[in-house]
């Protein structure tokens, strides 16, 4: 395969694409550095770390009617997720810095202008936080960490309603209230959608020979709703893709589904290792990250302002929201038995916490916690557990036995596309917290998840199980070829690793081990070698259909490479999510890069 062009997205020519490419190590040394040789080639980049630009554009637009030169906004998809920010704004920001002035702009659909049942029905909006641009990197922790940002997909639309004079300021609309006649442009009115005539009609004076005019609006509007939904992509069938994706997680939904027919009754699962399972018990968010910061708020809710438990090596932003909202947590970065025993005394001692949080496997060392024991722990001493299944899935592991909360990254390996952000978050029926839970969510659940974004996820995942089977043969298939050449150190897998046995006790019947996997070389020079010479996409994110290689700690954890270190994770190792390719073709590529390798070594 052709190398992937250095700020090029990944997939290529991918407008909402969720990575980028850095084809060589210094790319993401010059990306953390923030060179401009490699910042000015970013045409995209991890949607949470970079803001895309259709974002930009939006912000700056909202800037310049609602806002003055020395202001910047954020993009929420709604008034609740804006006012978090604008209160960690507020809360973390320096004494001497300008939030007195910061505020909240609620564009909403202006009714009156259009009667277009497509708008009306996915109900566009976005709430701007507006702040001086020295609060920049305050505002951006929030962006990152959170996960509550506008997706690229909804700034498109509404930046178009925006441009058009239908996304209007909310309190505009109360001020004059609202009007009966629908102007505007009239590709957003009913009549433009569709002139069509049934075939048993008779003519009437609306079906006289349009204007010139009037038919080039009447393009205009079928171009319009095109383009943004594509023939394949009827907004119409939103409610009925939600309905598949839910079903899809509970594990009550395995294949395809007829999106034009109305989904079949609700009914419940067992398929995850807990019985009685529901559709009504997955949450979906705008993205992963999300998911993990939504469970922790209602956790808060529910429970009272409590420190959580990070057990094992995170993922970087779940660490920073335990740290940054409630009252901390404590750190387990091993997450071993010993970690555990330590735990164990706290707990007999009298301390007591909201909830342990953890991954299975951990990301990048592929370990695994002991979730048999973890779990009477919390039955022992009354905390919450919640596990990331994003990289075992569901198809691997059952978890949810264990858990009281279930999240995942549906970007990853449910979407596979790389073009789509979502996440997902599951109550465990059985859970001791599961009342509490499901009140603090009936009351304060918002469903932002953008109604384009929904189309697309469902479409993704509609054959995630056979994906993921060839994928777990696939990461064998190279995990073999790594740990048989002398040059690597470590190969760092769900199978080979010491923690399999955690593993195998929540793995399926017919499950693998996954598509993630990390490795280490004896001299950092060989490592750089091979990740320059690898014929794989190379940039950020995971779970991807086509193979990705990233040098993950340089990108994760650039400024505390000796935090890293302390806990086993070396800043030159190298991450390589396994994709759908041809075994044998994939083994070849890195055969080339382990003599790539062979050759730094010599030099």
Known sequence: MSIIELGESIPALTPHAASVSLPLWSDNIGYEEGQERIISK??????????HKLIVAFAEDIVEKHGSMDEKAMLFPSTKTAQRCLQFIKAKASPSSPVDHVKIVDLVLDRSKTSSEILIKISP??????YHKDLFPVAKQYWQHAGDGVSSRRAEFCHTLFQDGLLVDKTILKSNGLHKSAKGPRRYQRGSIDKTPTKNNTPDSSDKPKSPIAAMETR???????????????????????????????????????????PSPKTTSDSRGVVGLSEDDVYLYPCGMNSIFNTHQMLLQARGPMKSISFGFPYVDTLKILEKWGPGCVFYGNGSTEDLDELEVKLKGGERFLALFCEFPGNPSLKCPDLKRIRRLADTYDFAVVVDETIGNFINVHVL???????????????????????????NPHGRYYSLLKKVAEAEYEDNYWAEDVIFMESNSRHFVSRIKRINQNAEAICDVLRAHPLVKNVYYPKYNPTRNFYDDCRTPNGGYGGLLSCTFHETAQAIAFYDRIETAKGPSLGTNFTLTSPYVILAHFLELEWAAKFGIPGDLIRVSVGLEDAED???RFAIALKAAEAAGKS
């Open 42 to 51: 970013l045409s995209t980049g991890y949607p949470r770390f970079f803001i």
């Open 125 to 130: 909006a976005v709430s701007a936080v507006i």
């Open 220 to 262: 205009e509007s079928s171009q319009f709703l095109e383009e943004r939904f594509g023939r394949n992509l009827d907004v119409s069938f939103v409610d009925n893709a939600r309905t598949a994706i839910l079903r899809r997680i509970a594990g009550s939904l395995m294949g395809e589904v007829d999106l034009a027919t109305d």
């Open 401 to 427: 036995p264990y858990a009281d909360v279930v999240v995942s990254s549906l970007t990853k390996i449910f979407s596979g596309e790389c073009n789509v952000m979502g996440g997902g978050a599951i109550l």
């Open 586 to 588: 994939l083994k070849a």
